[in-house]
């Protein structure tokens, strides 16, 4: 089984942080996650840099700053406590490797890693 949900939103966070930094990071490390303690402490970290951003005054990509200001927090949560939940390594590579991909089609509709 895949997401019980689909992953919509965590792939907006990673997203945003390569449309508009350039940070290809948590997407490599999220893709290629070998433990579900290592997973949430990724999107931690991820989710700290991306509150960092959303304090910037102005974006340089204007779709990046649209997109982050639609993300909805609450699915965000969900989505991160279904991946806590993981018990089988392969499913958590599955998961991971979801949200990475996603990520990165997401980015790339945006822009994705022109600041670079």
Partial sequence: MLFSMNPSELPKVLA??????GNYMYVDKIGYVPSRDLAVFYLKEALRDFHSLMRKER?????????????????????IEEIARVSDRKELREKSSLIAAKA???SARLGGGQNE
């Fill in 16 to 21: 945003v942080l390569v449309a508009e930094e």
């Fill in 59 to 79: 974006f340089e990509n204007v779709e990046a700053r649209k997109m982050a200001d639609r993300i909805d927090y609450d699915r965000v949560e969900r989505e």
């Fill in 104 to 106: 990165l089609a997401i």
